[in-house]
């Protein structure tokens, strides 16, 4: 299948520091990817939806100016978390799917797991 | 709107015997139906999906789940559980209309199996 790679896998930051997390699609482009945070022993919560070469999607309650996006090439999308605070520690997954069509499966990162201290 | 649920948090099973994961959802059109699998501090991994035909539908590891539109319902199952099975299931829902290239998916809780040797 399609190998969506995310980075970092983890990482520990400072509070009031900026956090990037990248993820890429190794073997396909995509035009479409999507961010999701997981609290721990809860499901994934969509934050937005990534769009190639325009500005991205957030969902109700998902502050913008705190969670950037950039999806700036077919290959590749992050995420910045900005200004970080302990309540945004969490694990963050992306994904991405293979074409526009209906049907496919999104295909997922190994998603970061983000500790601010 | 689409919603998926799964009523169960944790689900038992002894190596060896059969297992099933319960999965209903709601959309407004026809669904397309996805399982997939986390393990600790990893992305999710794809399983199998419904998009439309046979409503018994055969994925990875010797899972698969059987569509049922008047229970609105896609179980999991497999015939016989490992202990390595032993970890976390999504089901997941995105629904068939326009731009669905663009739809993200819609998680359930997730149900965690433990198999016991």
């Known amino acids: 299948g399609a190998v969506v790679s995310q980075h970092p896998s983890w990482v520990i930051c400072k509070s009031g520091t900026s956090v990037k997390i990248e993820c890429r699609s190794l073997?396909?482009?995509?035009?479409?990817m999507f961010w999701y945070r997981q609290f721990p022993k809860q499901s994934l919560m969509l934050m937005a939806t990534s769009n190639e070469g325009s500005k991205a999607t957030y969902e109700q309650g998902v502050e913008k100016d705190k969670f950037l996006i950039n999806h700036a090439s077919l290959t590749l999308s992050t995420l910045t978390v900005t200004s970080a605070h302990p309540e945004d520690s969490s694990f963050y997954i992306c994904?991405?799917?293979?074409?526009?069509?209906?049907?496919?499966?999104?295909?997922f990162g190994q998603g970061t797991r983000l500790t601010v201290v | 709107a689409q919603s998926v649920a799964q009523p169960e948090d944790q689900v038992n099973v002894a190596e060896g015997n059969p297992l099933t994961v319960k999965c209903t959802y709601s959309v407004s059109g026809n669904p397309y139906l996805f399982w997939y699998v986390q393990y600790p501090n990893r992305g999710l991994q794809f399983l199998l999906k419904?998009?439309?035909?046979?409503?018994l539908v055969k994925g990875s590891y010797g899972f698969e789940a059987e569509f049922n539109k008047s229970q609105t319902s896609f179980h999991l199952k497999k015939p016989s559980a490992l202990v390595s099975d032993s970890a976390l299931y999504f089901c997941a829902v995105r629904d068939t209309g326009m731009d669905t290239g663009r739809r993200a998916l819609t998680f359930g809780s997730g149900t965690r199996l433990q198999v016991q040797p």
């Open positions: 419904y998009i439309t035909g046979d409503n």
């Open positions: 994904s991405a799917r293979v074409a526009k069509g209906t049907g496919t499966e999104a295909f």
């Open positions: 073997d396909f482009q995509a035009t479409t």
